[in-house]
């Protein structure tokens, strides 16, 4: 996949596109796992597939901090490209992104899919809904991310400096994104009702970074969003369970289209 790069309101955008069809914009996760899931959809949609600003490799201006600051980054991005009823998807802390993008404007957009969201507050204050992923080790967050992980561990001695340096970026950026109040908008819980948009809200049964039932709850904030679980499958479905978060993608676009 070749990468272009888009100046959006002087911010630099590194994406790759892939496919044709109907646009989608691919919002990832924010984790270091490569994955083949822009080639999957590329064989049914026009996926635009950006690295959010600071991982990847991609640079960060110092304004760009915040969740928010993504969301108008992207409202930009389809803008600028002209894209128009765009079916827009985002995976874990792409997401919470994708939920942002949509209580703010869905004039561009024609279907919203989160996958393993970040981003709400479901329970009181003092009960954590999503686990601290910065302050255990490498070992408990790949249980808390795979229904299976020795199939996902990353050999980091065997890794080039090159990915290295972009798998330590990665962390970093995640951290700040995600960090205060952590990786969630104390707001957005109440601004879901905003949302217009067909919805899909799907989740690994075996996430354990961020439980199904939490899942319940985002997709019970949305009018008329339907939600869904993919049994043997933990936080990133993309990379453990792709044909069938593949199947559940393109089946709920084609009959929100068909509406």
């Given amino acids: ?64 901090d915040s969740i928010d600051d993504l969301a108008y980054l992207y409202l930009d991005m389809m803008r600028q490209l002209g894209l128009r009823e765009v079916t827009l998807a985002g995976f874990s802390m792409g997401g919470w992104i994708a ?49 299976e992980p020795q199939k996902f561990k990353i050999d980091m001695n065997g890794l080039s400096e090159e990915r290295l340096a972009i798998v330590a970026q990665n962390r970093a950026a995640l951290a700040l994104f995600n960090w205060e109040p952590y990786a969630h908008n104390p707001k957005l819980l109440n601004w879901l009702g905003r949302i217009d948009i067909p919805t899909l809200v799907v989740w690994g049964q075996n996430d354990g970074l961020v439980k199904a039932d939490y899942g319940r709850k985002f997709a019970a904030a949305i009018p008329g969003a339907k939600f869904e679980t993919i049994a043997n499958c933990g936080h990133l479905p993309h990379l453990e369970c792709p044909e069938i978060l593949l199947q559940h993608v393109t089946t709920f676009a084609a009959k929100a289209r068909n509406r």
């Fill in 1 to 64: 996949m070749n990468l272009e790069k888009l100046n959006v309101r002087g911010v630099e955008v590194q994406f790759v596109r892939e496919g044709g069809g109907r646009p989608l914009l691919l919002l990832d996760s924010g984790f270091s796992f490569e994955h083949d899931f822009v080639s999957r959809l590329a064989r049914h949609f026009d996926v635009i597939a950006p690295s959010h600003p600071g991982f990847m490799g991609s640079p960060r201006p110092g304004d760009i």
């Fill in 99 to 147: 939920a942002e993008i949509a209580i703010r404007s869905s004039d561009r957009l024609s279907q919203l899919v989160l996958v393993d969201s970040f981003g709400i507050k479901v329970s009181d204050r003092e009960t954590p809904d999503i686990a601290d992923m910065f302050a255990i080790g490498e070992e408990d967050l790949m249980r808390l991310l795979f229904h």
